[in-house]
């Protein structure tokens, strides 16, 4: 779209410089200006845009100056509809501008209207389209790259990258089409683009800003999770760390309303189950934390929750996605006749007096992770 810019500018400086042809005469190098008269306008509808159409006869003089017949009406559409379309009537007289067998300009009095054939506002187009596909497809570029490059080992606070690239992208497209409208000529356009870039990556950065206050905000309130009996069987993605014997790696289900809940690389959850003993003992609901595998954080997206248990000496840990959370809970424990209390912070749900022993659970580098079983 760029390399058709130079093309439109030429022709457009070609009828700017173009002088009038002698009398009598028509040339592509230079421009015939004829009366006309006014019959008419039309307005034509198309799509959210309205297109002008002016209806003129046109009158030609000979050598002697004679009036010659009139010509049939001839519809000219116009470039938008001022100064010169709004301003006349039908009856008025006005002046044709003829450039290479196609009326560029109507004048009326001391006004003058480009037509939609006339190359002054040629190049306005290409340009904006280039200017719009560029940075969208810079933006494309990243997302493409950052996905390529950076998304397996990625953590969840620079995803903020993501959403400053989208909306940084998105804003100097828009503004390169708005520059290539209002702008006298192309460095115009261009500086106006250029001078979007800090504004629009400023407004990206609050918008990640804001994006990422929320999503930790959320992430980190566990006070709406509750125990609720599962009442059918349910299969989970699930993870189970902690050195017992029913935390195997690539056991990455657990099964809940058939029994005791228990683990299984089987997403039917009907083969290879472990079962949770009853000594195993649900401490406290948590958010995930920097220090928690990063499978976990990149299998649930940020939106899990981890219960906190003690079998024995032994701490385990269960992550599953905060929509099945309740289920699991409601499945290892019997909530009393009173309700369960919820710290004020909302960073964990107690539903044992006893005192959580997070810091001592065994971390595996490849816990969690869904391997052949």
Wanted: glycine share 6%; proline share 8%.
């Amino acid at each position: 779209m760029f390399a058709t810019v130079p093309g439109e500018l030429a022709t457009r400086d070609a009828y700017a410089a173009a002088p009038p042809c002698p009398a009598g005469s028509r040339s592509d190098v230079c421009t015939t200006t004829v009366p006309a008269t006014v019959k008419g306008k039309e307005d034509e509808p198309s799509g959210k845009t309205v297109h002008h159409w002016l209806l003129v006869t046109e009158r030609g003089t000979d050598t002697d100056r004679r009036v010659l017949p009139v010509r049939p009406a001839r519809r000219v559409r116009m470039a938008g509809s001022e100064p010169v379309y709004d301003a006349v009537r039908a009856g008025d007289e006005v002046k044709l501008t003829y450039w290479r067998g196609e009326i560029r300009t109507v004048r009326f009095r001391t006004a003058a209207q480009e037509t939609w054939e006339s190359p002054e506002g040629n190049w306005r187009f290409p340009l904006g389209a280039g200017l719009f596909l560029l940075p969208f497809a810079l933006m494309v570029w990243w997302l493409v790259w950052w996905h390529r490059c950076r998304y397996t080992s990625t953590t969840h606070p620079r995803l903020w990258q993501l959403t400053v690239a989208t909306v940084t992208g998105t804003v100097v497209s828009c503004v390169g089409i708005f520059a290539s409208m209002v702008g006298r000529d192309v460095p115009d356009a261009v500086l106006i683009t250029a001078a979007a870039v800090l504004p629009a990556a400023g407004l990206g950065a609050l918008c990640a800003w804001g994006q990422q206050r929320r999503t930790h905000r959320a992430a980190a309130t566990v006070s709406s999770i509750v125990p609720v009996p599962p009442t059918e069987k349910r299969c989970m993605r699930a993870a189970v760390l902690g050195d017992v014997l029913y935390s195997v790696n690539g056991f990455d289900h657990l099964v809940v309303g058939d029994g005791r809940p228990a683990t299984t690389p089987d997403p039917e959850g009907r083969v290879a189950r472990r079962t949770l003993p009853e000594t195993l003992v649900v401490q406290h609901v948590r958010a995930l934390q920097p220090d928690d595998p990063q499978f976990w954080k990149q299998a649930f997206k940020y939106d899990a929750a981890v219960i906190e248990c003690r079998d024995g000496d032994h701490t385990v840990l269960i992550a599953i996605a905060r929509r099945d959370a309740p289920f699991v809970l409601g499945a290892l424990v019997t909530p009393p006749s009173s309700s369960p209390t919820t710290t004020d912070s909302g960073q964990h749900k107690h539903l044992d007096e006893r005192p959580a022993c997070a810091n001592e659970h065994r971390t595996s580098a490849n816990a969690g992770r869904t391997d052949d079983a």
